[in-house]
C-alpha cells in the first residue's frame, strides 16, 4: 500500500475531513491534575534558561517541534456587550473606538474563512460580543449554521459567544464545532478586580458543559491585567487540574485599549510572557498554547524563544476581534525562516479523538502504524 494514501479520510453528511490526522511517536509525559500551587510556584521561579530548556524537551516528547497551529479568528457581532470586563472595548459601560454591529450574515463569515483557509489557517474561529445567549434564538440557529459551512471545508471550527447551557453546547457539538473558547483570564483570587459581572464559578460552569457535550476546551487568559506571579500561577493551576487538560491555552498579552480602565497599564515585559508560556507546557504537556493577543508587538526573535518553550499556535490573518494581528504573509515568511511549518486539521491526537466519536468509529494512528500497513 502506498504511505501517503494510508492517510485517514473521515465522511458524514454535511462534513468533510481531507487533512491527515497523526499523533507523535515520541514518548509522552503523563498528565497530572493534583497540582498544588507551590509546585507549579517552584516550576516558575526557576532559571528562565533552564525552565526554557525544561519546557522545550517536554514540548518535544509531546508535538512535533516544527509544526505551528494557524488560527484565523473573526468577530461575527461587535461591541454592546453588557458585562464590564475591564480590559475590553466592546463592554457598553465604556467609551472606546469599537462600535456596536449585528450579528453577520452568513456569506461574509463563510467567505472569510475560506479566504483563511486559502491563507494556510486550519482553525477557524468565530466571536459574538454577548454574555450568554438568551434571548437570541434566531441568531443562534444562524451561528449553527456558520459552524456547519466552515466544518464542511475541512476546517477546525471555536467560536466564543459568553456563558452556555449543557443543551447548547450540544447543538454546537452537533452542527460539528471543534472547540470552544472560554477564557478564565486569570486566578481565582485576582478575577474580581477585573470582572464583576461574571463569577469565576460561571465560567468554570460554561468550560463544564462544553467538555461534557464532547467539544475541545480552549481556556486561557491574559497577562497584564495588574496580576502578580501568583496569579498566573493560579492560573496556571486552575485549568491544570480540571477534569481534562484543555485541549489549547490561549497566553494573551494585554493591549491596553482607550476609554478601558485599563488603557493606562504597561506592555507585559518578555521575560514574564516567556515564563508563563514554558511553566503551562511543562504542567500542560499534551495541550496546545497559543500565543494570541499582543503577538504583534514581539519582535521575531522574542516570539521565537516562545516557539522555543512550547507554544504551538497562533492567531494569524487580518485582525483578532478587536487588535491588531499579525498578516498572513509575514508569518509564513517568518515560520519559512525558522523552519516551522503549519499544522494540518485536526493533527493534534486529543481532538482528532473527540472528531472521531462525533464521525465515526475511525482513531488516529502514529506515523510507525502508517508505515507498518505500507511495507
Known amino acids: 500500500m502506498n504511505f501517503s494514501a494510508s492517510f485517514l479520510r473521515l465522511s458524514a453528511p454535511r462534513f468533510s475531513r481531507s487533512l491527515a490526522t497523526v499523533t507523535h511517536t515520541a514518548r509522552s509525559v503523563p498528565q497530572r491534575h493534583d497540582w498544588t500551587r507551590q509546585e507549579i510556584q517552584k516550576i516558575y521561579d526557576s532559571p528562565l534558561l533552564d525552565l526554557v530548556f525544561r519546557a522545550s524537551s517536554i514540548h518535544r516528547q509531546n508535538h512535533d517541534p516544527s509544526k505551528i497551529q494557524l488560527c484565523t479568528l473573526m468577530n461575527i457581532k461587535t461591541g454592546g456587550c453588557s458585562e464590564d470586563c475591564s480590559y475590553c472595548s466592546q463592554s457598553s459601560r465604556y467609551s472606546t473606538p469599537t462600535k456596536a454591529s449585528r450579528l453577520l450574515d452568513i456569506e461574509p463569515v463563510i467567505e472569510a474563512a475560506r479566504k483563511a483557509k486559502d491563507n494556510g489557517s486550519t482553525r477557524f474561529c468565530m466571536g459574538a460580543a454577548w454574555r450568554d445567549l438568551a434571548g437570541r434564538k434566531r441568531g443562534f440557529e444562524r451561528i449553527l449554521q456558520m459552524v456547519r459551512e466552515v466544518r464542511g471545508m475541512g476546517m477546525e471550527v471555536c467560536t466564543t459567544l459568553g456563558m452556555l447551557t449543557p443543551e447548547q453546547a450540544k447543538q454546537l457539538k452537533e452542527a460539528g464545532l471543534t472547540a470552544y473558547n472560554h477564557n478564565l483570564d486569570t486566578s481565582r483570587e485576582f478575577y474580581p478586580q477585573v470582572i464583576t459581572t461574571r463569577s469565576y464559578d460561571e465560567r468554570l460552569g460554561t468550560i463544564s458543559a462544553v467538555r461534557d457535550a464532547g467539544i475541545s476546551v480552549c481556556s486561557g487568559g491574559i497577562l497584564g491585567l495588574g496580576e502578580s ?20 491555552f490561549p497566553v494573551n498579552a494585554l493591549v491596553p485599549i482607550p476609554g478601558t480602565p485599563l488603557e493606562g497599564n504597561e506592555r507585559v515585559a518578555h521575560h514574564t510572557l516567556l515564563r508563563t508560556i514554558a511553566t503551562a507546557r511543562v504542567v500542560l504537556p499534551g495541550t496546545i498554547i497559543r500565543l494570541a493577543a499582543g503577538r504583534n508587538t514581539l519582535s521575531e526573535s522574542e516570539q521565537a524563544m516562545c516557539f522555543m518553550a512550547g507554544a504551538n499556535a497562533v492567531f494569524t490573518g487580518e485582525q483578532m476581534l478587536t487588535t491588531p494581528c499579525s498578516p498572513w504573509d509575514e508569518d509564513k515568511a517568518m515560520m519559512g525562516r525558522w523552519g516551522l511549518e503549519g499544522m494540518q486539521s485536526f493533527e493534534q ?19 510507525s502504524e502508517l508505515q507498518a500497513e505500507s511495507s
Open 349 to 367: 491526537a486529543s481532538v482528532a479523538r473527540k472528531e472521531g466519536a462525533a464521525l465515526g468509529p475511525q482513531t488516529p494512528r502514529t506515523v
Open 229 to 248: 506571579d501568583a496569579d498566573r500561577v493560579g492560573l496556571i493551576q486552575e485549568v491544570a487540574n480540571m477534569p481534562e487538560h484543555p485541549e489549547s
